[in-house]
């Protein structure tokens, strides 16, 4: 079963820092475009990053300079660094794949809560 | 810097037809921004409905539908259920490692 399973989210105070980790499994996140969507409480989504196979990494310009996307090939699993942490960075962040640019992303994994708050 | 645009509400009835857009702040949406479609429902990781425009995702019923519009990316329902009461938001490629969603659009059916 193809599946993506967050966890690292938590409580951290404004200027922290967090890693984020998404496990896959079922098929090679180096083989895909892996994603990080990001939902702050009761608004809608917003694309943060992405790490296409190859290597290369691009960000949503909110994030830009502050959050580094990275994998594990070892571990088949995807990692959001998240530095100098603000209060609008609060959100459930969703890693997911898309599997070329024609593609939706699919799956999306459950989740996992950051809140940046003092 | 060019902004996703969707109606934020839209209500149907049940049965009915609705067709939900996604447009850009400046220009034309293409087949090129293979736009895809997502459904969330409260408390839920979103789930795709369409992608590359007009392709349904495995599982997806074919009473969702996408296309273009004149300027914009449209997702439409047809026959209308309860449980198709969700938001649903438009993600377009951008280019250059770059996506962005619209603002999404509260769907009710009453």
């Known amino acids: 079963e193809v599946q993506l399973v967050e966890s690292g989210g938590g409580l951290i105070q404004p200027g922290g820092s967090l890693r984020l980790s998404c496990a896959a499994s079922?098929?090679?996140?180096?083989?895909?475009?892996m994603n990080w969507v990001r939902q702050a409480p009761g608004k809608g989504l917003e694309w943060v990053s992405v790490?296409?196979?190859?290597?290369?990494?691009y960000y949503a310009d909110s994030v830009k300079g502050r959050f580094t996307i990275s994998r594990d090939t070892s571990k088949n699993t995807l990692y959001l660094q998240m530095n100098s942490l603000r209060v609008e960075d609060t959100a459930i962040y969703y890693c997911?794949?898309?599997?070329?640019?024609?593609?939706?992303?699919?799956?999306w994994g459950q989740g996992t809560l950051v809140t940046v708050s003092s | 810097q060019t902004v996703v645009t969707q109606e934020p509400s839209f209500s149907v009835s049940p049965g009915g037809t609705v067709t939900l857009t996604c447009g850009l702040s400046s220009g034309s949406v293409s087949t090129n921004y293979y736009p895809s479609w997502y459904q969330q429902t409260p408390g839920q990781a979103p789930r795709t409905l369409i992608y590359?425009?007009?392709t349904r995702s495995s599982g997806v019923p074919d009473r969702f539908s996408g296309s273009i519009l004149g300027n914009k990316a449209a997702l439409t329902i047809t026959g209308a259920q309860a449980d198709d009461e969700s938001d649903y938001y438009c993600?377009?490629?951008?280019?250059?490692?770059?996506?962005?969603f619209g603002g999404g659009t509260k769907l009710t059916v009453l």
């Open positions: 590359n425009t007009n």
């Open positions: 997911a794949r898309l599997e070329s640019k024609r593609k939706g992303l699919d799956p």
């Open positions: 079922g098929f090679t996140v180096s083989s895909n475009y």
């Open positions: 790490l296409y196979g190859g290597g290369d990494t």
């Open positions: 993600m377009l490629s951008m280019g250059f490692g770059s996506w962005v």
